[in-house]
Structure formats: C-alpha cells, structure tokens
C-alpha cells in the first residue's frame, strides 16, 4: 500500500490520475463500440504531429526561462517557411524541406530578439512570454493581409490579395512525413511512421545537443544561475541560446503539424497553440524549471491519448461532445497544478 | 464577536427578503388579451366591437373584434386594467376601469367580453 | 518587588550535537544598559532569539533554563506574545515597510481606527484609519528619542540614521515597551547618526527601559553601556561594568575560542618573497558584505588568512575577484593586471573558488556528485570533453568524468552511495569536500576557500582543513582561507589579514598571540606592528 | 498621499505615462482619418465608459495589495453570467431583475474569489501568470456547468435560453427584459446625446467606496503587505488572509461590473463574453498608464476612454487608410495585447532597477 502511495506521490497525482483515465477509456472503449486499433493509430498520428512542438519546451525550461507560452512566436516562423515554400511552388520532400529551411532564419531572428528581451525581465518570464505570443500572433494577423504573396491557392479569390485562414497543403507537401516508410494493417490500423521517425531524430539530436559542453551549460543556468556563473558561464548568452532553440523547435513543429494536418491555419490558429503543449509537458512529468525528454514523450502520448479517447468513448456513452471542456479542464488543471507546486524558479 | 455573528446571519436574512421582494416586483408575466366570443358553464360572451385596453396605465393596445394579443406584466399582485370600446370613429363609446390578480403562473388569459360584461372570472389560468 | 526588569538563569541551548550556549545567566535592572559582545557563533543571537521565543529555537528542542519578566516566570513560544509583554527589538537591517511614512511605520499594525456601522458586520478591520491621532501619537514618540524625523516623510526617501530611529520609535511607541533589544544598530550608521542614536539610547534608558545593546564597536559600548558581559563558545567569560574594564580586557575574552578535534601544527614559520597577486584599492559591493578598500599582497605558496566579524566585508574581497560581484580597484595575478567583474577571466588564469555559499553557489544540489566536481573544469579548461567535427561538436566525456570523480572521491574520502549520487542527499561536510573537489579538478594556481568549516560537524572541519593543507604542502597551491573561525584560520595559515568595516586592519603571523587578533577585530590599533612581520 | 505622489521624479514619472502618451498620439492621428462626428464619438465614449468603467474599478484592489493584475477577475464574471442568465429564465424584468442577478452572483462570487485567493496564495510571485491560467481553467468548469448541467441538474424552464437537444444554455442569451434599465432610468439628454446617469451614479459610489476603502484598516494592511509581505507578517499582520480577502473583493467586484457591462450591451454571449471582459478591461486599466504595482481611479477612466476610442476608430481608420475594415479590428487586437505586453515589460524591468537600487542602499555608504 505504502509502496503504491509512494509511486503515485513520486510521479504526482494529476499524472496518475490521467493516465488511469486513459487506460479507463482505453478499456471502456470495445464495450461502446470504438475501434481500439483506429483509436491507436489516431493517437500515434496525433502524437507525431505534436511531438515537436511539446519538444520546444524542453530548451527553455531547461535554462530557467520557464514554460515557453511564447511559443506562438516560433510557430509563426514555421508559418512564414510553410507559406513562402508554397509561394515557390515547392512540391514533396523538397517542399517540406524548403519550408524548414525558409522558417530557420525567421525562428533564429525572432528567437534572439524574444531572448533579450527575456534577459530583461527574469522572473517574469512566463507572463509576458504569453502575452509576447499574443501580441505577435495579431500583428501577423495585419501581415498575413498585406505581405505580397501571389499564389492563388493562398490568397483570397475575390480580393487577390491576403491570405485565407486556411490553406491546403495537400498538393504541395501534405502528408510526405506521415506516408513516408508508412504501415497500415487493414483499413484502420496506420502508423505515420515517417512523422514519428522525425520526431525521434529530433529528441536525439536535442539529447546530443544536452550532452556537449555548451548543452550542459545550458542545463547548468536553468538548475542553478549562481553557479553557472561562478563557473564562468554567461548567464544570458545561454538562456538568449535557448530562447533560439525553442522558438526553432516550434517553427519545425508547426511545419511538421501541417503536414500531418493537411492545412496551414493563419490568422488567430496559432493563438492558443502553446497551452496544449505546455500542458503536455506537464503531464509528462516536467515541473517549471527541469524538463526531459521521457517527459515529452509521455506526455505528448498521454495528453495526445486523451484528445483522441475523449470524444469516440465520451460521446458514444454519453451522447454528448465533452472532449472540449474536458480539453480545457485537464491541459489548465495541470499548468495550474505545475504553478501552484513547482519550485519557484531561481534568476537573479 | 457574538454580536457579530448575529449581524452577520442578519445581513444574509435581510439578502434573502430582499431578493423574494425584489422577484416578487419583477416577475414578468405574459398574458393573453382575448377580444374574442368567450363561452363559459353556458353562458356567452358576446364581442362588443374593437376596444382600447390600458394596463396600468401604460401599456396601452388596440384589439379589434375577434383578435387577441399578448401584454406583459411585471410584478406580482394587483393590476389595473381600464378598458374602452371603440365605434368605427375610433373614440371611446364605453369605458370600464377594474382591478384584478394574476394567478402567479404564466399564460393566463383575459377575456374582454367577460370583463364588459360584468363577470368576476375574466382572468384565468387557462387550460 | 526588585527593580530587576530581566533574569535569564541557567540557559542552555543545543542545536543537535552541538551545544551554543551553556548554563548561561543574564540579569538586567530597570533603566540600565547591558553590553552585550562576543564573535560570530557566540551565541548572542542564540540567546536573544531564545528570550524572544522563535519557532526556530522550539524547533529544534527547546532550551534548558528560566527566564524571569519583572519577578515572574515567562516563555515565550512566538514573537508576538514577546512584544505583548513589552519586549521590542531593533535589528540592523531594517523591518519597515519603505513606501509607507514614518508615521505609518511607527504605529504598523497598531493604528488608531475610528469606528463605522460595517465593523459590526466585517470586523474592526474595516475601522477607518485616524491619521490625526496615529501621527500624534508617532510624533510623540520621536520626542521621547529628541531627534529630528519629518513623521511625513516616506522611509525610503530617509538616511539611513533616519531609518534605525523610525524602527526604534516603533518599539518604544508601544506603550508597555519595558526591554529593548538593540542588534548592531549602529553597524549602518555614519559617526555622526551613532552619536545621536546613542545618546537617544541613554535617554531610553533613563526613563526606565532596560536595554540590552549588541555591537561589534567596543568603543562604543564602552561608552553606552553601564554594563558589560562577553560571550565566547555559549558560555559568558567576562561581566563588568563598564567604567572597570577595557577594550583590551574585551578583547582577550571575546578570542581564543578552543575548536575540537583540530590537528595543531608546529607553527613553522615559513617565509615567501615572490608576490602571485597584489591588490590594491579593492573595493567590492557586495550585499552584507561590502568591501570598501583593500590593499593586500599574496605571496606564492603561501596558506594566507583573512579574517574579521560578519558584515566588515572579508567575504567580499574573494567574490570580488572572481566577478561575482561588482567590484573596482587594481588586481595583478602573476605580473598581468587581472580584469574584475567577469567570473570567466580569473576562472581561465587559475585561481580557484570555494564559496562560502554552499547550497546556492557552490553545488548544483539536484546533479550527482561527477557533474558537480568536472563542471567547472569541463567548462574552463575543455577537460572531459572529446571533440568531433574538428572541435565543432564539442561531446561531454561521461566516462572521464566519471574516473576523474572517483578519484576524487577517494582522495577526499567523501561518503557516498556511487559517482552520480544527487549532491543534495549528501552531508554538508561531503558537501564541502564536492566543493573542494571542483576546486582541485580545476588544479588552480592560486585557490581561494571561504569558510570551509561552516556548518558542518567537528570530524569534518579538521579533514576539510586538512585537505587544504594537504594541497598547499604538497601541490604547493597558494590558498587564501576566508574565515569567520580565527583559531581554524591559526592552525594552518602562515598569516592572518583582519578585515574591518571594508579595510585590512591588520596582518599577522598566524603564531601571535589571539588576543592580538581580538584587538584587530575589534578594529582597535594592534600593539604589534604590521609590516615588522608579514614578510618575514 | 501628496507626499507619494511628489515623491516620483520625473523621469519615472514619464515611464509610468508613456502608455497613455502614446495612445493620446495615436488617436490625435486616427480620428480624423476615420471621419467620425464628435457628437458619435461623444456618445460612444460615454456608453463605453458606463460599460465598462464597473469592471476595470474591481482590478484596483489586488494591486494595492500587490498581487499585480487580477487576471482572474473573469471568475467574477462568470459567476455574475450565471446570475443573469437564472434571472432571464425567472423573467425578472428592469432593476429588480439586476440587483436579483447581482445578489445571486455574490456567494458564487465569493466561493470563486476565496479559490482563487487560496490558490494564489500558494504561487507568491506568480501571482498574475497563475490566476490567468486559473481563468481558462475556470472557464472549463464554467462551461461544464453550464453546456451540460444547466436545464438538467439546475431547471430552466424558458425553451428560448436552452439548447435543442433540452439541456445547456443557448450560445447569445437575450437580456431584453435588463437592457440598459440601469443607464437610462434617469433619462437625461444634452444636444440629443443620451447620459447614462443611473450606470454613472453607481461607477461614482463604487469609487467613493474605493477611496474609502484604502483609508481602512484593512486597505492599510493591504498596501503593508503588498509592499513587503516580511515585513507585514513580523509586524503581526496576517498576510495570507489580507490577499485572499483583496482577490475576493475584487471577484465579487468583477461580477457586479460584468452584470452591468451586459446590462449595457443587451445580450449575453454565453461562451465567451467574460474572457473578452477581463482581456479588455485589463487592456484599459494599463492603457490609463496604469502599472502592475500602481494604479488609481484616473488611470482607471483615462484608461477606459482612450482604450475604447482607438477601438472604436481603428477600423474605420484602417478602411479609410488601407482601404480594408479588417486590418483594423486585427489592428487593435493586436494593440489590446501588445499594451499588456508593454505594460508588463516595463513593470519588470523597473523592479528589476528597483532590485538593484535596494542592493546599493543596503551596502551603505561605500
């Protein structure tokens, strides 16, 4: 008994709750008649497709910058890879590719302004992080309307000008990672195993990157800054660093996103992009100054787990769409949770 | 201290009259206004032409002969209602001023001819 | 019944094994003042944290002993009941709300209130404040003190004399203030506010509170106080008046405290010639520890000690060279003048850092004990690192690391489950000795080391000393020790640097005689000339 | 008081009011280009004013106690939702209906401000990023209730406020019955420009209130504990009750303030009208010149018309400028966040400045 209680009180509540949640949902679903193997699949798809951006939390928490609300920041990079690769016509793997490539420049500029200013303001990241996200996503908004793009598929008909809220990738690079090396057993069951390749690469070449010199450095600053620099490490040179990493992970997230999702979203989309992932994190396990990979990963497959279960179980027992306000309850409950406990994030 | 909660268990008690009062007051209720031949245990209520019907005062509608409406009234308790029947000119011929009560429920219905006609069970909950 | 305000008998206090206070007994007469000195970890403030009954005190056990109010028995189990039974207490860094007026802050939380209707309902708390009454009554207490405080004025906008006199018209506007406890009040003041706050102090005093008066400043206390009583080790070693003893007196009682378990050395005098670094017209900002102008030689090879009381600002000068703080003046190491205010430049040139600061700036609690001791080596000097890419992918070598602590772990003899053990589950002493090993892993020229022996158990001091002299003797490393323990400092220095208000004092053989040093301490003139002896 | 405010130099002084400088600026350039008559913008100026002065007001009380920008004031707006949307389903019609809403909303308002005080209690120093995401997560709960249990545990009998499907509450709740009856039930006209009187007389008594308030014991403690908790605590104030208390002020506030904001506009969007509510009515407060740690009933005003007025013109602006009504309506949602941004910035880099002057004056003279 003692030993259980310990388990739970070592991997925390809300997490053990959630999770028998999903394993409830899980279970329940045969008896009202939802597919567990197309659940599976969809959970795996989502999974990729999010992975990523739940990943651009890591960097930043990790040097003490708190949980990255900023994140609309670097989606926005993505965004302006995503469109301009379309703007060029490029197609396929070239055309996911051009689009990472075009939205690198953009994430590393924004990343080091978002960082100083960060620099600035330690301890009060995380308020003005969101607030910096917001206030970004509006003034792209304005940019969306007036930046020259001249692809028909993108702006809108009748005007001529001003990109659509939504534009479909599909003939240009939807789907490329997800049908990549893909499997499908029988209609239902599919793993979208080139998504999830990628996002492998990407937790590897993060964990490379944690185990240089610079990468422990980095975890040093976030762990404790006095030391770092009584060890000679600039403080605001790592977390700038940082800063930069994230918003990049956030721009190839959102790339890798749309791939899967078949759709670029502009406008207000990426307006409450962030919450998601911060909340996955945190049901990962990650508090609000250590996060690691496992976190992501179990995470991103817990949270993902309960977006897909939610509405087939739910709905089918209840009749009703839950999954919405149950999205809601659980991705605040758990910020909230981190924020009440989390050990107070040192910067000085 | 004592003294205090005493206060206290006041002030919510006073709240909680004041809310019943202020519901009381504000209730609206809709009913129906019914200018129609209206038959009741035998006895028939004939139309006595177009009439004028102001409720207390102020809400004022015209109905003529076999047509009804509707007229919303706010508050629990007495009403006034002051009805005026109409000639083909439009200026009153016959006017009757009466007091009654709202059964508390929605939807009552008033009849006119009933009222002109001097019966006491004009206004009712209708079935 | 006795014009006794205060009688403190028999009072022993331990944390844990360590006892701070043994059998000690205080008596204090109405109207009278009591000097009360002794060094760091005397246990001055053990003492007036028992009579103010802290949490802290009955959280780690109690204490033996009485304590007697006016004749009748008291013990208080929080602040607050003390200052009810008229007990106030001024510290040297201020409690006062800085954005608030003098007048505000003197009657804080006791403000006169006017009573309305809603006070039935939601409690006096919802009283209006009576600003007429409560400055009248701040006024009059500033009377009774006969200085000069404009009751209007924000606090944060006051000198800092201003301040100290807010904090103590506070106290004594209580109206049953009988015993006021003075905690080094006039540490931030110029000569001048010392003057008037003392001469505020007598005032007190003759009107019938008994004050007890803390302070390093001798001369002061000689001349405040009617009393005087000396700490040393939790036991009290000296209790005069003031008008038959003197500083010198003072002094010798306050030093020579006896350390257990300390290897003593034959004090060989050795004697060194090549300067490693010369400092000159350092000064430091240090919080709590300000240094104001150091002039000071280290020569090569050499165990120097500088010591002096908490708050004169030895902590400072290590800090200060190494970049941690803001600091000015000309450093030379090894010929080159030596940039401050960048942690990175002194760390590259090698001289070393153990800081006093343990838990904050020493260790990364939540990392296993290998990181720790490579971190700042790996950082530094690329040890532990393979590079790839020619150099571009610099690779963290874990398995280097791991040997290179090992090693360590013998060498230092640090008690642990395996390598990568979390600091934070170790005990401070192995703490220290992780401390000390990222210090060695560095292999430094020149090492500084401040306070080694702070909060860890005997056994422990005597091997971190050990260590250290160990390094010196064998590795010939130049080690500056930063202590507030002078007879530690004796056992293994060749010199000792007193540190006073910001300044060197003094520097002496570690061999002279202790009283000596109390002398220095107190930022009174030594007998023995510098200069005579620190080259030998 | 006079003492404080003379105590700002002026350079502080200019950092605390650029934000109100440079919307001033802003629509000294706007209004001409959007080709409104004074007597329109007269006019909506005062209705927005009545709309939304009440709520701004409620942001006042945490931040003397300094607990920064009560981000949760939308749990007092919610609950203040949940009280008119029973009293349209009571069809309790004009003032009494309003102050029935009012009084139903204040033991919600209470329960919810005393969580959320509770809560922050526990984040000492995020205050504002905690109860932000307190807002989203009440919102849940809000939704919770009132989507599903609404009309199945809790009976609503008017078909026109619930959904279809027999339980929860419709999308737009029409207010009809409360539709301006406080603005105008002392109707007053100058130049064919309506005044809310009836709305501005309670704004004006809820400042009275304020000002009051500040001169209490309890608004003394307040300002002790948002100064320095330590130092409050040794003094014997009891610091975690005191901030509680100023959230909770603040929740049943914002509940009064949110039931007068409908009152005004007529229709209550059931889903998201209380997230606009705190948004913009923070927007306002810190667009008054406002900042975390400071605000009075002036910035609350100024606020609230300059606020609005870039609201107002900004798409006409736009549509006149760029010939696209759009831009203007992303324009001055970008404004709304990026002022908090601003705000939020330049508060901690000046208590960062503070943090560092504090150091200097501990060191002493050096």
Redesign the interface.
């Known amino acids: 008994m003692d030993r259980i209680k310990k388990f739970i009180a070592d991997i925390g509540w809300p997490r053990a709750i959630i999770a028998l949640f999903l394993l409830s949902l899980f279970v329940l679903a045969p008896f009202v008649n939802v597919r567990i193997d197309s659940s599976i699949s969809d959970t795996l798809v989502r999974f990729g497709m999010n992975g990523i951006l739940v990943l651009a939390m890591v960097p930043m928490v990790q040097s003490g910058c708190g949980l990255n609300f900023g994140l609309p920041l670097g989606i926005i990079a993505g965004l302006l890879g995503a469109t301009i690769s379309l703007e060029l016509n490029a197609l396929g793997f070239l055309g996911f590719f051009t689009a990472i490539a075009i939205s690198i420049p953009f994430a590393v500029v924004f990343g080091f302004g978002y960082g100083q200013l960060l620099n600035r303001v330690k301890g009060g990241e995380m308020m003005i992080a969101t607030y910096v996200g917001f206030s970004s996503v509006a003034f792209m908004c304005i940019m969306w309307l007036l930046l020259p793009f001249r692809n028909p598929t993108m702006v809108w008909g009748y005007a001529g000008k001003g990109l659509r809220t939504t534009i479909s990738v599909q003939e240009y690079w939807g789907g490329v990672l997800n049908n990549f090396l893909s499997l499908r057993v029988g209609e239902f069951f599919f793993v979208p195993t080139g998504t999830i390749l990628f996002f492998a690469l990407m937790c590897l070449l993060l964990w490379m990157f944690f185990?240089?010199?610079?990468?422990?450095?980095m975890s040093?600053v976030g762990?404790?800054p006095?030391?770092a620099?009584?060890?000679?490490?600039?403080i605001d040179k790592m977390r700038t660093l940082s800063v930069i990493l994230s918003t990049l992970l956030g721009a190839i997230g959102i790339i890798v996103y749309e791939q899967s999702f078949g759709f670029i979203q502009l406008y207000m989309g990426p307006f409450y992009m962030a919450f998601p992932s911060v909340a996955a994190i945190l049901l990962g396990g990650a508090s609000i100054n250590?996060a690691s990979l496992t976190h992501v990963i179990i995470g991103t497959f817990l949270f993902q787990g309960i977006l897909t279960m939610t509405p087939s179980v739910i709905n089918s027992m209840l009749q009703t769409d839950m999954s919405e306000v149950i999205r809601i309850i659980v991705s605040n409950g758990m910020i909230l949770y981190a924020l009440t406990r989390g050990v107070r994030v040192k910067s000085r | 201290m004592k003294?205090?909660l005493l206060?206290?268990i006041g002030?919510v008690l006073l709240l909680i009259i004041v809310s019943i009062f202020l519901y009381r007051i504000g209730k609206g209720f809709q009913i129906i206004v019914e200018n129609k031949d209206y038959t009741m245990e035998g006895t028939t209520f004939e139309v006595q032409g177009p009439v004028r019907v102001i409720f207390d005062d102020e809400h004022k509608l015209e109905l003529k002969e076999k047509s009804a409406d509707l007229v919303v009234l706010i508050g629990y308790g007495e009403h006034k209602i002051k009805v005026e029947v109409l000639d083909d000119e439009g200026n009153a011929v016959k006017s009757i001023e009466k007091t009654f009560k709202l059964s508390g429920k929605e939807g009552d219905l008033l009849s006119i001819p009933a009222l002109l006609s001097g019966s006491e069970r004009y206004i009712f909950k209708r079935e | 019944m006795s014009s006794t305000l205060l009688r403190m008998e028999g009072i022993t206090k331990s944390f844990f094994e360590n006892t701070v206070l043994r059998n000690v007994n205080l008596t204090l007469e109405r109207g009278e003042i009591l000097g009360l000195v002794g060094e760091n970890g005397a246990g001055k403030s053990t003492l007036m944290n028992i009579l103010f009954g802290l949490p802290v005190i009955f959280e780690t056990g109690g204490f033996e002993g009485k304590i007697y109010l006016e004749g009748q028995e008291v013990c208080f189990t929080s602040?607050?009941q003390a200052?009810d039974a008229g007990i106030g207490m001024v510290h040297q860094?201020f409690?006062?709300?800085?954005?608030?007026?003098a007048v505000?802050n003197i009657v804080?939380?006791r403000?006169s209130?006017l009573y309305n209707f809603l006070v039935?309902?939601f409690?006096?708390?919802?009283?209006?404040?009576d600003y007429p009454k409560m400055k009248d009554r701040a006024i009059r207490a500033i009377k009774r003190l006969e200085v000069s405080i404009d009751p209007?004025?924000?606090i944060?906008?006051m000198p800092?004399g201003h301040k100290q006199f807010t904090e103590i018209a506070r106290e004594i506007e209580k109206e049953n203030t009988r015993l006021l406890v003075l905690d080094e009040p006039t540490a931030?003041l110029?000569e001048s506010e010392a003057e008037i706050l003392l001469e505020a102090v007598k005032r007190l005093a003759s009107q019938g509170i008994g004050i007890i008066f803390i302070s390093h400043r001798l001369q002061e206390v000689l001349e405040v106080s009617n009393r005087i009583v000396v700490l040393r080790d939790g036991e009290i070693t000296l209790e005069k008046k003031a008008s038959e003893t003197n500083i010198r007196e003072i002094a010798s009682a306050m030093v020579g405290r006896r350390i257990e378990g300390l290897t003593t050395r034959a004090a060989q005098e050795r004697v060194f010639s090549t300067p490693t670094m010369t400092i000159e017209h350092l000064?430091v900002?240090?919080?709590?520890e300000?240094v104001?102008d150091v002039n000071l030689t280290i020569y090569k090879g050499e165990i120097l000690g500088i010591g002096g009381l908490a708050g004169q600002g030895k902590l400072g000068i290590a800090n200060g060279i190494?970049g941690?703080y803001p600091a000015g003046g000309k450093v030379t190491f090894e010929g080159q003048p030596l940039p401050l205010n960048d942690?990175?430049i002194p760390?590259?040139k090698g001289i070393g850092?153990v800081?006093e600061?343990r838990r904050?700036?020493?260790?990364?609690?939540?990392?296993g004990i290998a990181?720790n001791i490579a971190?700042?080596a790996?950082?530094?000097h690329?040890l532990y690192?393979k590079k790839f890419l020619g150099g571009v992918?610099?690779?963290?070598d874990?398995r280097a690391i791991m040997k290179a602590a090992r090693e360590y772990i013998n060498m230092l003899a640090i008690k642990c489950l395996h390598e990568n053990q979390k600091v934070r589950e170790l005990s401070g002493g192995n703490q220290q000795k992780v401390c000390l090993a990222r210090a060695f892993a560095l292999n430094p020229k020149l090492l500084f080391v401040s306070e080694p022996t702070r909060g860890i158990d005997v056994g422990a001091k005597s091997l971190v000393l050990d260590m250290i002299y160990k390094r010196n003797r064998e590795q010939g490393t130049t080690i500056v020790v930063t202590s507030s323990e002078l007879e530690e400092m004796r056992a293994i220095c060749d010199r000792i640097a007193i540190v006073h208000e910001?300044k060197i004092a003094g520097i002496l053989p570690a061999s002279t005689d202790s009283s000596e040093f109390g002398l220095l301490l107190m930022g009174a003139k030594p007998t023995v000339e510098e200069g005579v002896i620190s080259v030998g | 008081m006079k003492?404080?405010e003379a105590?700002f130099n002026l350079k502080r002084f200019l950092m605390a009011n650029i934000v109100p400088i440079i919307f001033i600026l802003l629509s000294i350039f706007a209004i001409p280009i959007s080709q409104f008559s004074a007597s329109y913008l007269i006019q909506e100026m005062l209705i927005r004013l009545a709309r939304n002065s009440f709520l701004v007001l409620s942001l006042l009380i945490p931040i003397i106690a300094g607990m920064g920008l009560n981000f949760g004031m939308v749990l007092g707006a919610m609950a203040g939702q949940i009280g008119l949307i029973l009293v349209s389903d009571w069809k309790v019609i004009g003032l009494p209906g309003m102050a029935l809403a009012a009084i139903i909303s204040t033991p919600l308002a209470i329960a919810l401000g005393w969580m959320c005080g509770a809560i922050l209690n526990k984040a000492k120093g995020r205050e504002m990023v905690t109860s932000y995401i307190l807002g989203f997560f009440v919102n849940g709960l809000y939704q919770l209730v009132v989507l599903y249990l609404f009309g199945y545990l809790v009976p609503i009998r008017s078909p026109e406020l619930v959904l279809s499907r027999g339980y929860g509450i419709r999308n737009a709740v029409n207010l009809l019955g409360i539709r301006n009856c406080l603005d105008y039930c002392i109707p007053l006209t100058i130049h064919g420009i309506k005044i809310p009187l009836g709305t501005f007389i309670v704004i004006a008594v809820f400042s009275f209130f304020i000002i009051?308030f500040r001169?209490?014991?309890?608004g003394?403690?307040m300002?002790?504990v948002g100064?320095?908790m330590?130092?409050?605590r040794?003094?014997?104030?009891p610091v975690e009750r005191t901030r509680l208390i100023s959230i909770l002020i603040s929740t049943v506030l914002a509940a009064y303030g949110q039931i007068i904001f409908l009152q005004n506009i007529g229709t209550l969007n059931t889903y998201n009208s209380h997230e606009q509510a705190g948004m913009f009515a923070i927007a306002a407060l810190l667009v008054g010149g406002a900042s975390v740690a400071k605000a009075t009933l002036p910035n609350v005003f100024v606020g609230v018309i300059l606020f609005h007025l870039m609201f107002v013109v900004s798409p006409m602006a736009g549509k006149y400028l760029i010939g696209q009504a759009q831009l203007g309506e992303y324009f001055r949602v970008f404004v709304s966040y990026g002022v908090v941004a601003v705000a939020l910035v330049i508060y901690e880099w000046r208590r960062a400045r503070e943090r560092a002057y504090a150091?200097?004056?501990?060191?002493?003279?050096?």
């Open positions: 185990h240089t010199k610079t990468g422990s450095a040093a762990a404790n006095e030391f620099r009584a060890a000679g490490i600039h250590r | 003294k205090r206060m206290q002030l | 602040p607050l200052l860094e409690s006062l709300i800085p954005g608030f007026t505000e804080l939380n403000e209130t039935e309902i409690g006096e708390r919802l009283a209006t404040l209007e004025m924000i944060s906008e800092v931030v110029t000064w900002d240090m919080p709590g300000t104001r190494m941690l942690p990175t760390l590259k850092f800081s600061d904050g700036v020493g260790l990364i609690l939540d990392e990181l971190f700042t790996m950082q530094i690329e690192i992918v610099k690779w963290r874990d910001g | 003492k404080r105590a009051w001169r209490t014991k309890l003394q403690d300002r002790a100064q320095d330590e130092v409050a040794s003094a014997g104030i150091r200097r004056m501990f060191r002493g003279e050096a």
